[in-house]
């Protein structure tokens, strides 16, 4: 039953920086992978940026050197600070948490397609503007 609700999301011009963020309920963030998908429409969900329990991070590299996942466990809170923003980010954004441990996905190596994932938030639209 964990909740996990995404916030921050808004409307910039290129170049521009947003930070999301989720906050879980009934989950423990220092448990399994975390990760940020987004998917725009007519498009596939990407894989954005993931962490998993030991601190390993994983980036798409659409978005290295540009976008900076973090968590805090006591907190329970996931975050995504997105800087130089670009047209082509402009996309849903959501948040997911791992429900069981996945020995054959390394969430600090890949962020993965989402099907590594059990639980979702609602999304957080994210429009960049030339």
């Known amino acids: 039953q964990a909740q996990l609700v995404e916030s921050g999301g808004g409307s910039v011009q290129a170049g521009g920086s947003l930070r999301l963020s989720c906050a879980a309920s009934?989950?423990?963030?220092?448990?399994?992978?975390l990760g940020w998908f987004r998917q725009a429409p007519g498009k596939e969900r990407e894989g954005v940026a993931a962490?998993?329990?030991?601190?390993?991070?994983s980036y798409a590299d659409s978005v290295k050197g540009r976008f900076t996942i973090s968590k805090d466990n006591a907190k329970n809170t996931l975050y995504l600070q997105m800087n130089s923003l670009k047209p082509e980010d402009t996309a849903m954004y959501y948040c997911?948490?791992?429900?069981?441990?996945?020995?054959?996905?390394?969430?600090?190596?890949?962020?993965?397609?989402?099907?590594?994932?059990?639980?979702w938030g609602q999304g957080t639209q994210v429009t960049v503007s030339s």
């Open positions: 997911a948490a791992q429900g069981k441990a996945n020995p054959y996905y390394d969430c600090g190596y890949s962020p993965g397609t989402g099907s590594e994932y059990d639980y």
């Open positions: 962490v998993d329990k030991y601190g390993g991070i």
């Open positions: 009934a989950y423990t963030y220092g448990s399994y992978c």
